[in-house]
C-alpha cells in the first residue's frame, strides 16, 4: 500500500552520512558544496556554463563535471575548488558516467547526437559513437560490456557494445527517456521517460521491454509527473525516482516494484543521491534553489538546504 507524506507532518530528526555533497547549478554556472552531516552550504564554487552532470573520480581527489555550453568536462580539485582541467567531450556535454575500472568518461553530447569517450590518462578522445537525437542519460553494464544512453528525440535507449564502439541496437521506449541505471547485478537496466510519466525496466540480456512503472500522487495532476533522476540504494532494495514537476520523489521497492512512499520535496526535482550507507536521499530542486534531505527509514525530508540558482545535478561522497 502507497503512503502519501505532508511537507506539514513532524519530521523525525535523523542523523545523516558524514558525506559531502557536491550540486551542479544550472543557471548559477556554480557547484554547492554542502556537508551532509549537518546539512550546511560550506563553499561555492565557480564553473563553466550550464553545469548539469557531476561525479567523483574513483580516487576521490577530483570532480568531473558537463560544462555544457562550454563543450568541455572540467576537471575540479575537491582540495580547492578549482578547475584544473577541461576534457575534450564534444559538442553541449550533458551527462556523463565514469567507466567501471575509472579509466574513461562516457559523455552524451546533446548538440552533436554523440556518445564520446574519454581517456583520462592521455586527456583525449579515445573514440566517438553516432547515437539517436538528444541523447542524454548514460550508463555502463557492471560488467563493462554495455554503454546505454537515452535519446530523447527518437525515444529510444541506444547500446553500444564498449568493445566494438559501436551502436548495435536502440530499444523504443516511452517519450523523453532522460536517465539510466542498470542494477547492482545487471540484469535489468531503468529508464525514466520524462513525458511518458514511466520508468521502464528493460532486461540487459534481450535489451527489451520487461515492465513499466506508473506513478500516481493523490492532489497531484499526472501531466505534472516527469520521472528523470533514478539512484539505488547500495543495497539494491530501493530505488530513488525524481519525479521532476510533481514536486515528489518515489521509493520503490525494486524486488516488487511497486512504490512504498511518495515524499514531497522542493520544486522541480531534477536528480537525485543516495548516500554511501543507505540510510538518507537528497534532492536537487530546480525551480526552488535548494536540495532536501530525506531520512529513507521513515521516508521524510529532515532538512532543506539553499543553493544556487537551478541546482540539476547531485553527488555525493564519503
Not at 287 to 316: E, F, K, M
Request: glycine residues 8%.
Amino acid at each position: 500500500m502507497k503512503r502519501i507524506l505532508w511537507a506539514g507532518l513532524m519530521l523525525v530528526p535523523a542523523t545523516a552520512q558524514a558525506e559531502t555533497l557536491y550540486v551542479s547549478n544550472e543557471r548559477g554556472n556554480s557547484i554547492s558544496v554542502i556537508d551532509a552531516a549537518s546539512a550546511k552550504l560550506v563553499a561555492t564554487w565557480p564553473v563553466g556554463g550550464r553545469p548539469r552532470g557531476i561525479t567523483v573520480s574513483r580516487d576521490g581527489r577530483f570532480l568531473y563535471l558537463c560544462a555544457s555550453t562550454d563543450h568541455a568536462v572540467q576537471v575540479i580539485e575537491r582540495a580547492t575548488g578549482r578547475v584544473v582541467a577541461e576534457l575534450p567531450s564534444g559538442e553541449d556535454p550533458e551527462q556523463f558516467f565514469l567507466s567501471r575500472d575509472g579509466k574513461s568518461l562516457f559523455v552524451a553530447n546533446e548538440d552533436n547526437a554523440a556518445l564520446t569517450a574519454i581517456d583520462l590518462a592521455t586527456k583525449s578522445v579515445a573514440f566517438q559513437v553516432d547515437v539517436g537525437g538528444e541523447p542524454e542519460g548514460v550508463a555502463q553494464s557492471p560488467d563493462g560490456q554495455w554503454v546505454a544512453v537515452t535519446s530523447e528525440e527518437d525515444n529510444v535507449v541506444n547500446w553500444i557494445d564498449v568493445a566494438k564502439k559501436a551502436m548495435v541496437e536502440a530499444t523504443p521506449v516511452d517519450p523523453r527517456p532522460r536517465h539510466v541505471e542498470f542494477t547492482a547485478d545487471g540484469s535489468r537496466l531503468w529508464v525514466a521517460a520524462e513525458v511518458g510519466g514511466t520508468v521502464q525496466i528493460l532486461d540487459t540480456a534481450t535489451r527489451k521491454l520487461v515492465d513499466t512503472l506508473h506513478f500516481a500522487i493523490p492532489g497531484v495532476a499526472d501531466h505534472r509527473i516527469l520521472p528523470c533522476g533514478i539512484r539505488f540504494t547500495p543495497d539494491g532494495r530501493t530505488a530513488v525516482v525524481a519525479l521532476g514537476r510533481a514536486d515528489h520523489v518515489a521509493l520503490v521497492d525494486v524486488a516488487s516494484r511497486k512504490v512504498r512512499a511518495y515524499v514531497p520535496v522542493g520544486k522541480r526535482v531534477w536528480h537525485v543521491a543516495v548516500s554511501s550507507d543507505g540510510t538518507h536521499a537528497y534532492a536537487a530542486n530546480g525551480l526552488s534553489d535548494n536540495v532536501s534531505v530525506i531520512d529513507l527509514a521513515s521516508a521524510q525530508v529532515t532538512g532543506t538546504v539553499p543553493v544556487g540558482a537551478a541546482p540539476w545535478g547531485i553527488v555525493a561522497v564519503p
